[in-house]
């Protein structure tokens, strides 16, 4: 398969890396790492090493059979914009936050697949990335039920060795991931610490109001989300990521922009009662932006 990864950050060089190893894979991405990946290849460090060769530039290509979308929320709409010059048969979004799909879906004509992915990944330096953590990918049709583009797009990433379900529920767990985002991400970034420092700290009590405020959100959506179900999600990603810190918390650190408007500031836009929690969050993050713009 003809894979075009937009958004060779962290996660979007992993995932492209390991497709790699059985498809033609481009990279679109930013300088200096796009010349590493050229003159040397991309180096996977880490839970598994390997050094694989994809092509990497900073344009988008003519075609692809799939683009994979993994470019933070904030920038969907404009690579939205490059991708509808690009015939496609599918697109993938494998990104953090609500609301990727549709902006992708006003303007391409191609299936627009919606994805979650809960690999580690770490871009080290130009040309390197960190596999930090063994996750799953799940995909499937963004609105729900069977599709064969799905199905096929499911097999390509199997057949790369990328664990990967094929999911008919995708608007349930994109609101669970919504959930877990919303749990962790603003609080460890906030707090700067790791995942694992939730767990049993002061701190926990904030992540499961804000998961349970964004599973009351889902259900006014229409979303079979109880209260439990989403803490415990928040209480199990804490635990399977405990060393790794958030990819808020990297923004933060990084000095860059981040996806708060997305993830806390989506949930406190949709809810049509008060989720002070959310608020909260999202005010505090966005101070940080706005104050790192100055
Ligand atoms: O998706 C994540 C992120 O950091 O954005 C979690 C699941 C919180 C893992 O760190």
Redesign the pocket.
């Known amino acids: 398969m003809d894979i075009v990864v937009v958004g060779a950050g962290s996660l979007g060089s992993l995932v492209g890396g390991l497709l790699a190893r059985e498809h033609d894979v481009t990279l679109v991405g930013r300088e200096p790492h796009v010349s590493q990946v050229t003159e040397r290849g991309l180096s996977v460090v880490g839970a598994e090493e390997f050094r694989v060769h994809p092509n990497a530039q900073t344009a988008m290509p003519e075609r692809a059979d799939l683009a994979l979308v993994t470019v933070k929320a904030y920038d969907t709409a404009t690579v939205a914009a490059d991708l509808a010059d690009c015939t496609l048969d599918a697109c993938l979004s494998l990104q953090?936050g609500m609301g990727n799909e549709s902006q992708l879906a006003a303007v391409l004509d191609c299936s627009v697949l919606a994805g979650t992915c809960?690999y580690?990944a770490r871009l080290r330096e130009p040309g390197t990335v960190a596999f930090t953590g063994r996750g799953e990918v799940v995909l499937g049709e963004r609105n729900g039920g069977q599709s064969a583009v799905a199905d096929s797009v499911g097999a390509a990433f199997r057949a790369a060795g990328i664990e990967t379900t094929v999911a008919a529920d995708m608007p349930t767990r994109l609101w669970e991931?919504l959930a877990?985002?919303a749990g962790?991400?603003a609080v460890?970034a906030l707090a700067r610490v790791e995942?694992g420092a939730l767990a049993d700290s002061p701190a926990d009590a904030i992540a499961a109001d804000a998961a349970r405020e964004t599973a009351a959100v889902a259900r006014e959506q229409g979303i079979d989300l109880p209260d439990e179900r989403a803490v415990s999600l928040v209480e199990r990603?804490v635990d399977d990521?405990a060393a790794?810190?958030?990819?808020?918390?990297?923004d933060i650190s990084a000095g860059q922009q981040t996806?708060i408007d997305a993830i806390n500031g989506y949930v406190a836009e949709t809810a049509t009662e008060r989720v002070p929690v959310n608020e909260t969050l999202a005010g505090l993050v966005r101070t940080w932006e706005r104050h790192r713009e100055r």
């Open positions: 953090n809960s580690g991931k877990v985002n962790i991400n460890t995942n990603v990521t790794n810190h958030s990819s808020m918390y990297q996806e």
